[in-house]
């Protein structure tokens, strides 16, 4: 790939990023004696089988380049949250709805543990931390299809009453959200809950339903499928269609476990009081995804 126009490419994508509304909030857990550190999802399509290495990727953090001082394979289990539409007129059965939250359960590895909650003008707890394919199908029984969606207050409550109480000490954390990225209602801002989720590297895939809205104009807000495609692609996630429920669970969770990467490095030329963008790049057979940025450190 040529370098001068990965340049251009980068230059484009800061002058985007900063035209943008940028919420203000804490970097807390990005940062420690390593300097910044980012889970990083790297996979080599080019079937040599050789470690992905320092050498094989070009970060860059609002156009300039970065030296990457760690990039080291994460063996660690992953705690996966796993949070369902709740609400009235989504547009699928209940029972189809425990089907593909339930494929989680049968293709996680030794040691991860799935916590499940479902959501309309709340968050509820259907099951806690469990590693247990009886206790999650018995525990689905509450589901159902009642009131309005709240997402982003669900996404909020989800940070600060399961994830965050398992940081820093735990680093491989995502949220697998069943939904057509439908909010209505909620008091948490989409700005909000995105730079809250990047902040503290936590990864969102989402299980993709129909818009019921049928792509209608939402006010401060993307529209629901800009939502789901926004907090995937902007945490380091990923977007699968729901009726490839058993397709995603196994490849999020193969995903997890195989090829998640902890990539640390020392900011250079840039200010913890504005959005660092972020770019990341994988020489040629190489995939990678990350998030695109970290929010301001202002509390």
């Known amino acids: 790939m040529n370098r001068h126009f990965v ?16 919420s203000r909030r804490s970097i807390r857990g990005v940062l420690n004696s390593e300097g910044t550190i980012i889970s990083v999802t790297a996979t080599r399509d080019d079937k040599r089988g050789e470690p992905i290495k320092i ?4 970060l860059y953090e609002n156009g300039i380049e970065q030296k990457i001082k760690n990039f080291n394979f994460d063996p660690s289990p992953s705690k996966i949250v796993i949070l369902v539409d709740n609400s009235q007129t ?12 339930m494929e989680f359960a049968y293709e996680i590895f030794e040691g991860d543990q799935i916590f ?8 509820e707890i259907i099951q806690e931390w469990t590693d247990d394919a009886k206790k999650m199908e018995a525990s689905f029984a509450t589901f159902r299809k009642k009131g309005n969606p709240y997402l982003f207050d669900a996404l909020e409550a989800t940070m600060k009453e399961i994830l965050l109480p398992l940081m820093p000490g735990t680093r491989k954390t995502a949220v697998v959200l069943i939904s057509d990225g439908l909010d209505r209602g909620s008091k948490t801002t989409f700005d909000k809950i995105l730079s809250d989720l990047q902040s503290y590297n936590v990864t ?19 529209k629901a499928k ?6 995937a692609e902007e945490t380091g996630g990923r977007v699968f269609p729901f009726e490839e429920a058993q397709t995603a669970a196994k490849t999020i969770c193969d995903e997890l476990r ?24 994988g020489s040629e057979g190489i995939t990678v995804r ?10």
Request: proline share 6%; net charge positive.
């Open 90 to 101: 989504l547009q699928t059965a209940v029972e189809t709805m425990k089907q593909a939250a």
């Open 290 to 299: 990350t998030k695109t940025a970290h929010p301001p450190n202002v509390k």
């Open 116 to 123: 499940t909650l479902a959501y309309d003008e709340k968050a």
């Open 7 to 22: 340049f251009l490419v980068i230059c484009i994508f800061v002058l985007a990023a900063q035209a943008a509304p940028q």
């Open 55 to 58: 050498d094989n990727l070009f």
């Open 226 to 231: 800009a939502v789901i495609e926004r907090l």
């Open 258 to 281: 195989r090829s998640r990467y902890l990539l640390a490095y020392q900011p250079t030329n840039t200010s913890s009081y504005d959005a660092r963008r972020i770019f990341l790049l």
């Open 204 to 222: 969102v895939y989402a299980l993709q339903l129909p818009d019921r809205t049928g792509g209608a104009f939402r006010r401060d807000q993307p």
